[in-house]
């Protein structure tokens, strides 16, 4: 088939290429003009797995072409995909611009019918916006075409991104038309080959169930936080306790680690999306607003336990510390609202200097803040350990896992670590004679 994509960030890209290597005939299309030269020299902006590979392979082979051309775009498919950003806006709530300047670019340019197809994370309600702002935009060009819009939500997760489009756990089609719901059947076979894996909803239901997937995974997350608080405070072990809940398949194991917060460009700006809807429809809903709070707490808890353990925020001024994962998740170079933000931004308010490393963020993290005289970017996660008096680890990186301690010792002013992640046993730790500070278990001494 022949298929469009607005959009060439996480998702569209990784939608594009994944499509594209099935046999469909993709175009992307971005305003980003330099987005779109650097994708077309084969360059990827962004740092995710197997995506190199896929992109160049059908890049190649002329089955995905990038481009900046609208019309172009708009007239190569009757399907057309929207997968621009939804960032927040000043309230919290979705920021629907992007998508609609793009059914403003497809309603202006279309001659035949189109089936269009919502991607990006969207309110309930977006298709109905969607619909309006086509017909209006045909109105205006005296133009009767007839039109489909669907709401098809994207799952993946950055870092694993293309082997999730590629083997989905479930491929959600909210569609008010028969035609449509079979335009999306043939466009996924491919990937439902070994058991049909799409859900075909309504529409509303369809949009409603992206936010009711994030905030759920976010609300796992804040719950084990709180519990990591409870056990700090009453002389419990948090890892304990989540082996213990986990043992029960009712609850399972997945994502119920402790840690810094979630981040990311997703589950915050969701779950507050979500809130606004609440607040939008007279809503009261304390639960959707509680994992928020929990969650904007936990990303200052490890700056508290650094302030704590030397003695106050105002003795951390001259203090050197070592960070260990800038990105907000291993395996991605994405720095929105990444907990490390949060430590890095409360240090330097604080006069510390920072050193810091990660596997693939380092770039990113230059973007963000420029150069620097208190934030280096060390060359290996030892190098950043020189001299420093704590390490603070943000990112479980797999490379973190099992560093050698006794040449970190021997670079270190002192041997303290501030674990964000729990990633090292804290009695081996005390054992080499380490401090060991984690999430809701007892610093070990
Ligand atoms: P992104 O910011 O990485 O990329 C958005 C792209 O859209 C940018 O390249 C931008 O230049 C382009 N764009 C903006 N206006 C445009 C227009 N009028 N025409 C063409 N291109 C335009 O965003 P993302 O992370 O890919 O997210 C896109 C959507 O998917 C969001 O709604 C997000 O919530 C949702 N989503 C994201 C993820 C994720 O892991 N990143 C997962 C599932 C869903």
Redesign the pocket.
């Known amino acids: 088939m022949k298929l469009t994509i ?7 890209l990784v939608t594009g290429a994944c499509l594209a290597d099935v046999g469909h005939h993709v175009v992307c ?4 003009a330099d ?1 779109i030269a650097r994708l077309n020299s084969g360059e990827i902006p962004i740092h995710e797995p197997g995506l190199e590979a896929l992109v160049e392979r059908n890049l190649s082979a002329g089955a995905l072409e990038f481009t900046t051309e609208v019309a172009r775009a708009v007239s190569h498919a009757d399907v057309q995909f929207i ?4 960032p927040p806006d000043e309230n919290g709530a979705a920021d629907l611009q ?1 998508v609609l ?2 059914a403003e ?1 497809i309603g202006s340019n279309m001659t035949t019918h189109k089936v269009v197809v919502v ?4 309110p309930v309600g977006t298709s109905d916006v969607v619909r309006a702002k086509l017909t209006e935009v045909l109105g205006r060009q005296n133009s009767a075409l007839a039109f489909d819009v669907v709401s098809n939500p ?5 870092g694993a991104a293309v082997n999730d489009f590629l083997k989905p756990d479930r491929i959600i089609v909210g569609a008010a038309s028969e035609h449509a719901r079979e335009v999306m059947k043939e466009l996924y076979e491919p990937f439902n080959r070994n058991h049909d894996r799409t859900l075909y909803m309504d529409v509303r239901s369809a949009e409603l169930t992206k936010y009711a997937a994030n905030a759920l995974l976010a609300t796992k997350i804040s719950f084990i936080n709180e519990i990591a608080n409870f056990a700090e405070r009453l002389g419990a072990d948090v890892e304990e306790v989540r082996r213990g809940i986990g043992a029960d398949p009712r609850i399972g194991y997945h994502f119920i680690y402790p840690g810094l917060g979630y981040g990311g ?2 589950f915050p700006k ?1 779950v507050q999306a979500l809130g606004r809807t609440a607040t939008e429809i007279g809503y009261d809903a304390p639960l959707i607003a509680a994992v928020d709070a929990v969650n904007n707490r936990q990303k200052t808890t490890l700056f508290d336990k650094i302030a704590t353990h030397f003695g106050g925020v105002e003795k951390l001024k001259g203090k050197r510390i070592a960070i260990w994962g800038l990105a907000f998740k291993p395996n991605t170079d994405d720095m929105r609202e990444a907990p490390s933000r949060v430590l890095i931004e409360a240090l330097w308010e604080a006069g510390a200097s920072l050193v810091a490393y990660d596997p693939v963020a380092m770039e990113e993290a230059r973007r963000i803040y420029g150069t620097r005289e208190d934030f280096v970017l060390a060359a290996d996660k030892y190098a950043a350990l020189n001299d420093a008096d704590a390490l603070a680890i943000c990112t479980e990186w797999q490379q973190f896992r099992a560093p050698d301690f006794v040449e970190m010792a021997e670079r270190m002013a002192s041997r303290l670590i501030f674990d964000g992640r729990n990633i090292y046993a804290p009695e081996r730790l005390k054992k080499e004679g380490w401090s060991y500070i984690s999430i809701g278990r007892a610093p070990a001494y």
């Open positions: 607005f959009g060439t960030g996480y998702v569209g299309v971005d305003v980003d987005k997968a621009v950003g939804t992007y300047a793009v670019s991607k990006s994370t969207v994207e799952f993946l997760k950055e460009s997703c969701d």
